[in-house]
Protein backbone atom coordinates (compact mmCIF):
# COMPACT_ATOMS: atom_id res chain seq x y z
CA UNK A 1 0.00 0.00 0.00
CA UNK A 2 1.07 3.32 -0.91
CA UNK A 3 0.02 6.65 0.84
CA UNK A 4 0.25 10.26 0.12
CA UNK A 5 -0.30 12.71 2.64
CA UNK A 6 -1.44 16.55 1.74
CA UNK A 7 -2.47 19.58 3.31
CA UNK A 8 -1.55 22.43 5.17
CA UNK A 9 -1.54 23.29 9.78
CA UNK A 10 -4.07 25.93 8.84
CA UNK A 11 -5.37 25.48 5.38
CA UNK A 12 -9.43 24.13 5.47
CA UNK A 13 -8.11 20.78 5.63
CA UNK A 14 -5.43 17.90 5.76
CA UNK A 15 -6.11 14.27 4.13
CA UNK A 16 -4.43 11.29 2.74
CA UNK A 17 -4.59 8.99 -0.62
CA UNK A 18 -4.05 5.29 -0.06
CA UNK A 19 -3.28 3.41 -2.93
CA UNK A 20 -3.62 -0.53 -2.85
CA UNK A 21 -6.42 -1.38 0.12
CA UNK A 22 -7.50 -4.69 -0.79
CA UNK A 23 -10.82 -4.59 -2.03
CA UNK A 24 -13.28 -5.79 -0.06
CA UNK A 25 -12.06 -5.03 3.72
CA UNK A 26 -15.09 -4.15 5.89
CA UNK A 27 -13.48 -1.04 7.32
CA UNK A 28 -14.08 -0.05 10.82
CA UNK A 29 -14.37 3.43 10.57
CA UNK A 30 -15.11 3.74 14.43
CA UNK A 31 -11.69 2.52 14.85
CA UNK A 32 -9.91 4.70 12.40
CA UNK A 33 -11.49 7.20 14.65
CA UNK A 34 -10.48 5.67 18.03
CA UNK A 35 -7.21 5.82 16.49
CA UNK A 36 -7.36 9.36 15.62
CA UNK A 37 -8.86 10.33 19.11
CA UNK A 38 -5.57 9.25 20.87
CA UNK A 39 -3.59 11.56 18.79
CA UNK A 40 -6.14 14.79 18.91
CA UNK A 41 -4.48 17.98 20.33
CA UNK A 42 -6.64 19.34 23.41
CA UNK A 43 -7.22 16.85 25.76
CA UNK A 44 -4.25 17.27 28.54
CA UNK A 45 -2.55 19.84 30.21
CA UNK A 46 0.79 18.06 28.65
CA UNK A 47 -0.34 19.03 25.23
CA UNK A 48 -1.09 21.57 23.06
CA UNK A 49 -4.95 23.58 23.90
CA UNK A 50 -5.58 23.43 19.77
CA UNK A 51 -8.79 22.03 19.56
CA UNK A 52 -10.28 20.04 16.84
CA UNK A 53 -12.22 17.47 16.67
CA UNK A 54 -10.19 15.41 13.86
CA UNK A 55 -13.23 13.70 12.23
CA UNK A 56 -12.58 12.03 9.65
CA UNK A 57 -14.33 11.68 5.96
CA UNK A 58 -13.88 9.31 3.39
CA UNK A 59 -14.36 10.65 0.07
CA UNK A 60 -13.53 7.60 -1.70
CA UNK A 61 -12.87 3.88 -2.03
CA UNK A 62 -15.13 3.07 0.25
CA UNK A 63 -19.01 1.49 -1.03
CA UNK A 64 -21.40 0.30 1.38
CA UNK A 65 -18.94 -0.67 3.58
CA UNK A 66 -16.29 -2.42 1.83
CA UNK A 67 -13.22 -1.04 0.13
CA UNK A 68 -13.79 -1.10 -3.58
CA UNK A 69 -9.96 -1.38 -4.23
CA UNK A 70 -9.79 2.44 -5.74
CA UNK A 71 -7.57 4.84 -3.75
CA UNK A 72 -9.18 5.56 -0.32
CA UNK A 73 -9.08 9.22 0.16
CA UNK A 74 -9.71 10.42 3.42
CA UNK A 75 -9.92 13.87 4.85
CA UNK A 76 -9.67 15.81 8.35
CA UNK A 77 -11.33 19.34 8.76
CA UNK A 78 -8.98 22.10 10.36
CA UNK A 79 -11.24 24.19 12.86
CA UNK A 80 -9.01 26.17 15.64
CA UNK A 81 -6.24 28.30 13.68
CA UNK A 82 -4.29 31.09 14.95
CA UNK A 83 -2.81 31.97 11.89
CA UNK A 84 -1.84 35.44 13.15
CA UNK A 85 0.50 33.96 16.07
CA UNK A 86 3.16 33.10 13.14
CA UNK A 87 2.99 36.70 10.96
CA UNK A 88 6.11 37.65 13.59
CA UNK A 89 8.40 35.42 12.50
CA UNK A 90 7.24 34.50 8.65
CA UNK A 91 10.81 35.71 8.06
CA UNK A 92 12.76 34.30 10.72
CA UNK A 93 12.82 31.00 10.96
CA UNK A 94 12.22 29.27 14.17
CA UNK A 95 15.31 26.64 15.37
CA UNK A 96 14.82 23.07 14.88
CA UNK A 97 11.88 23.57 12.73
CA UNK A 98 11.36 22.93 8.79
CA UNK A 99 11.10 26.31 8.33
CA UNK A 100 14.14 27.37 6.82
CA UNK A 101 15.03 24.39 5.07
CA UNK A 102 11.67 24.60 3.34
CA UNK A 103 12.35 28.08 3.15
CA UNK A 104 14.83 27.29 0.49
CA UNK A 105 13.31 24.21 -1.04
CA UNK A 106 10.32 26.12 -1.73
CA UNK A 107 11.92 29.30 -2.95
CA UNK A 108 10.57 30.94 -0.42
CA UNK A 109 6.71 30.02 -1.24
CA UNK A 110 5.93 28.18 1.70
CA UNK A 111 3.02 28.35 3.73
CA UNK A 112 4.27 29.31 7.01
CA UNK A 113 1.51 29.35 9.53
CA UNK A 114 1.97 26.66 12.07
CA UNK A 115 4.80 25.31 10.01
CA UNK A 116 2.38 23.86 6.95
CA UNK A 117 2.74 21.15 5.78
CA UNK A 118 6.39 20.17 8.16
CA UNK A 119 3.63 20.71 10.75
CA UNK A 120 3.41 17.18 13.13
CA UNK A 121 -0.58 17.91 12.60
CA UNK A 122 0.22 16.24 9.49
CA UNK A 123 0.70 13.32 11.66
CA UNK A 124 -3.44 12.93 11.77
CA UNK A 125 -3.78 11.68 8.34
CA UNK A 126 -0.84 9.21 8.28
CA UNK A 127 -2.77 7.71 12.01
CA UNK A 128 -5.92 7.47 9.32
CA UNK A 129 -3.73 5.76 6.90
CA UNK A 130 -1.93 3.30 9.48
CA UNK A 131 -5.52 2.59 10.94
CA UNK A 132 -6.06 1.41 7.56
CA UNK A 133 -3.59 -0.55 7.32
CA UNK A 134 -3.90 -1.99 10.92
CA UNK A 135 -7.36 -3.45 9.66
CA UNK A 136 -5.71 -5.38 6.89
CA UNK A 137 -2.64 -6.50 8.80
CA UNK A 138 -5.05 -7.93 11.52
CA UNK A 139 -6.32 -10.01 8.77
CA UNK A 140 -3.16 -11.55 8.31
CA UNK A 141 -2.73 -11.89 11.68
CA UNK A 142 -0.20 -9.05 12.29
CA UNK A 143 -0.64 -6.50 15.32
CA UNK A 144 1.36 -3.25 16.14
CA UNK A 145 1.76 -1.48 19.96
CA UNK A 146 3.71 1.10 21.29
CA UNK A 147 4.14 2.94 24.62
CA UNK A 148 6.07 5.72 25.53
CA UNK A 149 9.76 4.40 26.93
CA UNK A 150 11.19 7.46 28.79
CA UNK A 151 10.75 11.47 28.84
CA UNK A 152 13.51 13.27 29.72
CA UNK A 153 15.41 10.59 31.24
CA UNK A 154 12.70 9.08 33.36
CA UNK A 155 11.98 5.87 31.93
CA UNK A 156 9.02 3.16 31.67
CA UNK A 157 8.89 -0.02 32.90
CA UNK A 158 10.85 -2.62 30.42
CA UNK A 159 8.73 -4.56 27.77
CA UNK A 160 9.11 -8.32 29.25
CA UNK A 161 6.12 -9.58 26.74
CA UNK A 162 4.64 -7.70 23.78
CA UNK A 163 1.66 -8.55 25.08
CA UNK A 164 1.68 -5.97 27.65
CA UNK A 165 1.31 -3.52 24.91
CA UNK A 166 -2.25 -4.57 24.66
CA UNK A 167 -3.44 -2.90 27.49
CA UNK A 168 -1.89 0.80 26.65
CA UNK A 169 -3.61 2.09 24.16
CA UNK A 170 -6.66 2.42 26.15
CA UNK A 171 -4.74 4.48 28.72
CA UNK A 172 -4.65 8.44 28.27
CA UNK A 173 -1.38 8.55 28.82
CA UNK A 174 0.43 5.50 27.22
CA UNK A 175 3.32 3.80 29.85
CA UNK A 176 3.24 0.52 31.42
CA UNK A 177 3.81 1.82 34.81
CA UNK A 178 1.68 4.10 35.39
CA UNK A 179 3.50 5.52 38.32
CA UNK A 180 6.41 6.35 36.01
CA UNK A 181 3.69 7.83 34.16
CA UNK A 182 2.89 10.33 36.21
CA UNK A 183 6.67 11.28 36.93
CA UNK A 184 6.73 12.15 33.49
CA UNK A 185 3.72 14.18 32.93
CA UNK A 186 5.19 16.29 36.51
CA UNK A 187 8.36 16.97 34.47
CA UNK A 188 6.30 17.68 30.97
CA UNK A 189 4.68 20.08 33.28
CA UNK A 190 7.81 22.00 34.81
CA UNK A 191 9.01 22.26 31.42
CA UNK A 192 6.04 23.73 30.29
CA UNK A 193 5.90 26.24 33.03
CA UNK A 194 9.35 27.13 32.43
CA UNK A 195 7.99 27.99 28.84
CA UNK A 196 10.20 25.39 27.47
CA UNK A 197 9.77 21.67 26.35
CA UNK A 198 11.26 18.11 26.76
CA UNK A 199 11.69 14.88 24.57
CA UNK A 200 11.61 11.57 25.04
CA UNK A 201 11.41 7.95 23.36
CA UNK A 202 8.97 5.10 22.19
CA UNK A 203 8.84 1.70 21.94
CA UNK A 204 7.14 -0.19 19.33
CA UNK A 205 6.56 -3.75 18.45
CA UNK A 206 5.14 -5.45 15.17
CA UNK A 207 4.08 -9.42 15.76
CA UNK A 208 3.15 -11.98 13.88
CA UNK A 209 5.41 -11.52 10.83
CA UNK A 210 6.28 -14.44 9.89
CA UNK A 211 10.57 -15.33 8.77
CA UNK A 212 11.67 -14.85 5.75
CA UNK A 213 10.80 -11.24 4.90
CA UNK A 214 13.14 -9.14 3.45
CA UNK A 215 16.59 -9.14 1.95
CA UNK A 216 19.97 -7.46 3.10
CA UNK A 217 19.82 -5.69 -0.01
CA UNK A 218 19.11 -2.02 0.16
CA UNK A 219 15.45 -1.06 -0.51
CA UNK A 220 14.66 -4.49 1.06
CA UNK A 221 16.31 -4.40 3.84
CA UNK A 222 13.46 -4.53 7.06
CA UNK A 223 14.80 -2.40 9.24
CA UNK A 224 15.88 0.16 6.06
CA UNK A 225 11.90 -0.26 5.29
CA UNK A 226 10.42 0.25 8.64
CA UNK A 227 13.51 3.10 9.17
CA UNK A 228 12.13 5.45 6.08
CA UNK A 229 8.56 5.60 7.57
CA UNK A 230 9.64 6.40 10.99
CA UNK A 231 11.87 8.71 10.04
CA UNK A 232 9.13 10.30 7.72
CA UNK A 233 7.72 11.49 11.54
CA UNK A 234 8.27 14.78 12.43
CA UNK A 235 10.69 15.03 15.44
CA UNK A 236 11.62 11.54 14.89
CA UNK A 237 15.90 11.58 15.63
CA UNK A 238 16.77 8.03 16.12
CA UNK A 239 15.46 4.62 15.62
CA UNK A 240 17.03 1.64 17.40
CA UNK A 241 16.13 -1.58 16.41
CA UNK A 242 16.35 -4.28 19.32
CA UNK A 243 19.28 -3.81 21.99
CA UNK A 244 19.71 -0.78 19.69
CA UNK A 245 22.86 1.29 21.01
CA UNK A 246 22.81 -1.34 24.44
CA UNK A 247 24.64 -3.36 21.82
CA UNK A 248 28.33 -1.15 22.51
CA UNK A 249 27.79 -2.44 25.61
CA UNK A 250 27.74 -6.43 25.12
CA UNK A 251 29.99 -9.06 23.99
CA UNK A 252 28.71 -11.63 21.19
CA UNK A 253 27.76 -13.92 24.22
CA UNK A 254 25.57 -11.83 25.72
CA UNK A 255 24.33 -9.86 21.93
CA UNK A 256 23.36 -13.32 20.34
CA UNK A 257 19.85 -14.77 20.39
CA UNK A 258 19.88 -18.61 20.96
CA UNK A 259 17.68 -20.28 18.64
CA UNK A 260 15.50 -23.24 20.48
CA UNK A 261 11.95 -25.24 19.53
CA UNK A 262 9.12 -24.17 21.43
CA UNK A 263 5.39 -25.53 20.66
CA UNK A 264 7.64 -27.00 17.43
CA UNK A 265 8.43 -23.87 16.24
CA UNK A 266 11.76 -22.54 15.97
CA UNK A 267 12.57 -18.80 18.19
CA UNK A 268 15.44 -17.01 20.04
CA UNK A 269 15.09 -17.89 23.92
CA UNK A 270 16.38 -13.36 23.94
CA UNK A 271 15.41 -11.18 21.14
CA UNK A 272 18.25 -8.75 20.86
CA UNK A 273 17.89 -8.75 17.29
CA UNK A 274 14.59 -7.10 17.56
CA UNK A 275 13.27 -9.67 15.13
CA UNK A 276 15.22 -9.26 12.03
CA UNK A 277 18.69 -10.82 10.97
CA UNK A 278 20.65 -9.78 8.18
CA UNK A 279 17.70 -7.63 6.82
CA UNK A 280 15.07 -10.36 6.92
CA UNK A 281 12.60 -11.61 9.47
CA UNK A 282 13.53 -14.33 11.88
CA UNK A 283 9.21 -14.69 12.97
CA UNK A 284 10.42 -13.11 16.49
CA UNK A 285 8.59 -9.70 17.31
CA UNK A 286 10.36 -6.72 15.52
CA UNK A 287 11.15 -4.20 17.98
CA UNK A 288 12.38 -0.67 17.92
CA UNK A 289 12.90 2.62 19.73
CA UNK A 290 12.16 6.00 18.24
CA UNK A 291 13.80 9.03 19.92
CA UNK A 292 12.13 12.18 19.69
CA UNK A 293 13.59 15.33 19.95
CA UNK A 294 12.04 18.10 22.66
CA UNK A 295 9.47 20.68 20.75
CA UNK A 296 11.10 23.31 19.16
CA UNK A 297 8.36 25.73 19.78
CA UNK A 298 9.25 27.07 23.08
CA UNK A 299 8.01 30.11 24.26
CA UNK A 300 11.80 31.49 25.26
CA UNK A 301 13.97 34.00 23.68
CA UNK A 302 15.85 32.08 20.96
CA UNK A 303 18.45 33.58 18.28
CA UNK A 304 17.19 33.51 14.24
CA UNK A 305 18.54 35.07 11.48
CA UNK A 306 15.79 37.66 9.63
CA UNK A 307 16.33 36.18 5.73
CA UNK A 308 15.04 39.83 4.14
CA UNK A 309 18.31 41.19 5.46
CA UNK A 310 20.63 38.64 7.09
CA UNK A 311 20.87 39.96 10.48
CA UNK A 312 20.78 38.16 13.54
CA UNK A 313 17.92 38.64 15.39
CA UNK A 314 16.00 37.43 18.41
CA UNK A 315 12.51 35.76 18.16
CA UNK A 316 9.71 34.53 20.65
CA UNK A 317 7.24 32.38 19.37
CA UNK A 318 3.52 32.86 20.04
CA UNK A 319 0.70 30.45 19.71
CA UNK A 320 -0.29 27.00 21.09
CA UNK A 321 2.02 23.96 20.89
CA UNK A 322 2.43 20.85 23.15
CA UNK A 323 5.64 21.05 25.80
CA UNK A 324 6.27 17.33 24.44
CA UNK A 325 4.85 15.36 21.83
CA UNK A 326 5.84 12.17 23.11
CA UNK A 327 2.67 11.11 24.01
CA UNK A 328 0.56 12.42 21.50
CA UNK A 329 3.44 10.21 19.13
CA UNK A 330 2.85 7.15 19.82
CA UNK A 331 -0.02 6.27 17.96
CA UNK A 332 1.57 7.92 15.17
CA UNK A 333 4.32 5.83 15.60
CA UNK A 334 2.51 2.74 15.02
CA UNK A 335 0.47 4.42 11.92
CA UNK A 336 4.07 4.42 10.10
CA UNK A 337 4.80 0.62 11.26
CA UNK A 338 1.68 -0.44 9.90
CA UNK A 339 2.18 0.90 6.70
CA UNK A 340 6.23 -0.43 7.11
CA UNK A 341 5.14 -4.05 7.73
CA UNK A 342 2.49 -3.65 5.21
CA UNK A 343 5.21 -2.89 2.65
CA UNK A 344 7.40 -5.87 3.82
CA UNK A 345 4.78 -7.85 3.72
CA UNK A 346 4.23 -7.32 -0.56
CA UNK A 347 0.75 -5.74 0.11
Keep these: M???IFGESHGPAIGVVVEGVPAGLDLDLEQVQKELDR??????PTATARKESDRVEVLSGVFEGKTTGAPLAMVIRNADQHSGDYESIRYTPRPGHGDYAGFIKSQGCLDYR???HFSGRLTAPLVAAGAVAKQVLAGRGVWVGAHISSIYGICDASLEDTEDLKGVAAKAFPVLDDGKGEE?????????????SVGGAIECAVTGL????GAPDFGCNVEGVFSQYLFAVPAVKGVDFGAGVAFSLMRGSEANDPFEVRDGKVVTRTNHAGGVNGGITNGMPVT?????R???SISLPQE?????????????IKGRHDPCIVPRAVPVIEAAAALAACQVLGL
Design 2 to 4: RHM
Design 304 to 316: SVDLRTGEEVEIE
Design 114 to 116: GGG
Design 294 to 296: PTP
Design 184 to 196: MRQAILEAKEEQD
Design 39 to 44: RKPGQD
Design 210 to 213: PAGL
Design 288 to 292: FEVTI
